[in-house]
């Protein structure tokens, strides 16, 4: 696709920090209907001291940034920007991030300074389902679950059409008790992620069988050649993943529950045992639909470009709004960044 094909309305520079990619785009379009052009990656700076971790991201940050804007055909209207962790959305800052170290980083702030863009700044998952919600898997929905299962169990819990963050902290599905002995990182036992992340999956099925493996995928295939450890692994991961679904189902009632990461590359591998076991555990609650994610890794991007444009379009007076749904919208120059983002 060239820059060309992409109906503009607005040009953001998207960025999604992850733990050990960073990942960014420039994002054309508008909050309905958001396409990436040009996305690159790279290594997600780490350095022993995370105040250092947390300034060589945000001069990354910046530097990508400009590169993209002197590549970009349009002016660029504002930043999106998600990192991992506990986020305060409203404030702009990066609370806790165990993987990457930093605490209390306001980045928002930060980064409008040395942007001079507007910044829009959220939390990776959130983001991710914000963006199935509008251009993937959850779309049309108005109460879902977007769980993306990697290193370990995160969700974007999507409640009347809005993401709920709960103070930063709504979401850490990969902490349910689902009743097993094991101990997890946090400290608690019983952990869904402790049996069932990818990472977990993989990290069980050596210990077992003795055969290292690289990811959860080897598993789904060793499990397909009939391999009792793997099919072993697989069905307790399922059976957890069945408890922490129907206690979803039963406090949430969600129309559907969309499963992404490693994990879910299994697809059906994992959806049609998972739906089996669900259906004959709940009894009176609403069987929510299971499905597969459909952004892939593009999700993070794509949801912090949409924060930015619902960002701007909020900014945006009603009667410039009205006109900005349709083709004739006229670009204005952006207003002065005067918010705590
Ligand atoms: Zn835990």
Request: net charge neutral.
């Amino acid at each position: 696709m060239t820059l060309r094909d992409v109906p503009v309305n607005r040009c953001i520079v998207a960025i999604d920090v992850g733990g050990t990619e960073v990942k960014s785009a420039l994002v054309y379009g508008n909050p309905k209907d958001a396409r990436p052009v040009l996305s690159q990656r790279r290594a997600t700076p780490k350095l022993a001291d995370p105040r250092a971790t947390s300034a060589a991201v945000i001069d990354l940050v910046v530097e990508l940034t400009e590169q993209l804007g002197r590549q970009s055909e349009h002016p660029l209207d504002a930043l999106g920007l998600v990192v991992p962790g506990i986020v305060d959305d409203e404030a702009g800052v990066g609370v806790y991030s165990a993987n990457l170290g930093w605490r209390d980083v306001p980045f928002g702030t930060i980064l409008a300074e040395r942007t001079g863009l507007p910044v829009a700044f959220g939390h990776d998952v959130r983001a991710g389902g914000l963006a199935e919600a509008r251009l993937g898997a959850a779309r049309g929905l108005s109460d879902a679950v977007i769980a993306p299962i990697g290193t370990g169990i995160a969700a974007a819990i999507m409640l009347g059409g809005r993401m709920h963050a709960g103070g930063g902290l709504a979401g850490e599905l990969g902490h349910m008790n689902v009743g097993h002995e094991l101990t997890c990182a946090c400290g608690a036992t019983g952990c869904l992620e402790v049996v069932a992340s990818a990472s977990a999956v993989a990290r069980r099925y050596s210990t077992r069988s003795g055969r290292p493996v690289h990811g959860s995928a080897e598993v789904a295939e060793a499990m397909q050649r009939g391999d009792a450890d793997a099919i072993k692994v697989w069905r307790e991961a399922v059976e957890a993943l069945t408890t922490a679904t129907a206690m979803l189902a039963t406090v949430l009632s969600p129309e559907a529950v969309i499963f992404g990461g490693g994990l879910a590359m299994a697809r059906d591998l994992l959806l049609n045992p998972l739906r089996a076991r669900l259906s004959e555990t709940l009894t009176f609650q609403r069987m929510p639909d299971l499905r597969i994610a459909q952004l892939g890794s593009d999700a993070g991007c794509l949801g912090a470009a949409l924060l930015a444009m619902d960002m701007l379009e909020e900014r945006t007076p009603r009667h410039t709004r009205t006109m900005a749904r349709g083709r004739l919208y006229p670009r204005t120059k952006p207003e002065p960044f005067r918010g705590t983002h």
